[in-house]
């Protein structure tokens, strides 16, 4: 029997998501093909020797990493946990650990070494553990090896939805997109009702009508992350006015109404999935170009899976940054960056468009000419936190982990003086919706957030 490893740091192994049940886990199963298995633990066992063998970044986590700590200082899991396990050495370690504590040949393990409920502690701990990651990739861009250990979670992960094991929250978004093409399950007339709302909106505070059109035939078709049509109603009526104002032919569609992308964080067969669809209705609608919202980790899956399957049926795709600038820089878009005063501006990249969406240059100069001042985080671009809430971390039963993640961009933001924060990001925004509260009575403050149409909006004048 192998030995037991004795951890001396903190312990985060209370913070577990609550997991799908098997009615969800069998839809989910069942849109991938993935089939039952018989063995829950030799199946994910088989699986992360087959990853260890094939999977490069896998591969090098398990025989380069030297353990040098780099990435203690770089992980926000860790340094607001102080557990080596919630760590990328130490996520790590309990894959690298289940390899050497196991008989195996070629890919497939033999025998079980020890007893049946340790095996099964230990699979419970991989699994709390790995769905503490945020996937944020800050590991990847300190490690002097250059190991990415998100792309290990992912791995792992991907082995664990296979046996059944999938965060509840997680699943059910996946589920609700793939049933409805979007990640909240609205109904094409709730959809309807909130762009509707949004332009009334605007011809109260702007003077000015916006023709829309929804699930008609355009030369665009604007897809958005399906919470700006809930609780980022001000980001929406950004990408509305500007797109108006610049006279560009778009449409929303209510079939797929969503850039998130959830199989990112979870299952690549999923995300997969969702890239497909969008692809296929963009196609179906007849658009020239897709236009992507404010979401980091969907413009990452926009960027790298969607663009190259649209380019291959002749459709272009865009963030409506690359539009707003070119805007700016033309001239064409009239801006009044005063109507934005009173407030000091701290911008923070959201972790995939840093790191993994090459979206860093643009939203810094879009801000700038949208408000009078702004600063950079003192961790910014590729060193940026993430929010506390990546990796499909939004559950209610991990607040209290994520809000001691949030620490550590709230706090970048106050030693700059900043007192509102831009991260242009569903996921961000809405991290920052559920901590800031807590945040602002810890430290007697009242920092506020939002993303950056909001104030391209806002900066955009009236009739």
């Not at 929303?252 to 669809?277: C, P, Q, R």
């Not at 810890?442 to 950056?452: A, E, F, K, N």
Request: a neutral charge; charged letters at 25%; glycine letters at 8%.
């Amino acid at each position: 029997m192998a030995d037991k490893i004795v951890f001396t740091y903190g312990d985060t192994s209370d913070f577990r998501s609550n997991w799908a049940n098997d009615a969800l886990v069998e839809k989910l199963h069942k849109n991938v093909n993935v089939s039952a298995c018989d063995s829950r633990l030799e199946s994910f066992m088989e699986k992360i020797v087959e990853a260890t063998a094939n999977n490069r970044n896998v591969k090098m986590a398990m025989e380069v990493c030297i353990h040098c700590g780099a990435c203690l200082n770089a992980c926000p899991t860790f340094l607001s946990s102080g557990d080596i396990r919630n760590s990328p050495v130490g996520r790590g370690d309990l894959i690298r650990n289940l390899n050497k504590s196991r008989k195996f040949s070629g890919k497939v393990f033999g025998k079980l070494v020890g007893s049946v409920s340790l095996d099964q502690e230990y699979f419970d701990t991989i699994s709390t553990y790995y769905y503490q990651c945020l996937e944020c990739r800050r590991c990847g861009e300190i490690c002097p090896f250059g190991v990415d250990q998100a792309d290990v979670t992912r791995t792992v992960r991907s082995a664990l939805h296979d046996v059944g094991k999938i965060s509840r929250y997680t699943a059910t978004v996946i589920d609700n997109v793939e049933r409805t093409g979007n990640n909240m399950a609205l109904p094409p007339a709730a959809l309807k009702s909130t762009i509707e709302f949004a332009r009334d909106e605007i011809k109260e505070e702007k003077n000015i009508d916006l023709k829309i059109k929804i699930d008609e035939p355009a030369d665009a078709m604007l897809v958005p992350p399906s919470a700006d049509f809930f609780s980022n109603i001000e980001t929406l009526k950004g990408y509305m006015l500007f797109l108006h104002v610049m006279g560009i032919d778009y449409t929303f569609t209510t079939e797929h109404a969503e850039l998130a992308n959830f199989g990112l964080f979870s299952d690549y067969k999923h995300m997969g999935i969702i890239a497909d669809h969008l692809t296929e209705v963009a196609k179906k609608n007849g658009v020239k170009t897709v236009i992507a919202g404010e979401c980091g980790h969907g413009w990452r899956a926009f960027k790298n899976h969607v663009i190259p399957k649209l380019e291959k049926q002749g459709i272009k795709g865009v963030h409506i940054f690359h539009l707003v600038e070119d805007s700016i820089r033309s001239g064409k878009l009239p801006l009044d960056p005063s109507v934005n005063d009173g407030k000091s501006y701290v911008y923070q990249d959201p972790c995939n468009y840093a790191r993994g969406g090459d979206l860093i240059n643009e939203p810094r100069y879009i801000l700038s000419k949208v408000v009078s001042e702004y600063k950079n985080s003192p961790h910014s671009r590729e060193r940026t936190w993430c929010c506390g809430g990546g990796g499909g971390l939004l559950s209610d039963e991990l607040l209290p982990l994520r809000t001691e993640y949030a620490k550590l961009w709230y706090n970048d933001a106050r030693s700059v003086g900043g007192t509102h924060v831009i991260r242009p990001c569903a996921i961000c925004k809405a991290q920052m919706s559920h901590t800031l509260p807590s945040l602002n009575k810890t430290y007697s403050d009242s920092v506020t957030s939002s993303g950056l149409m909001d104030l391209v909006y806002t900066a955009i004048p009236g009739v």
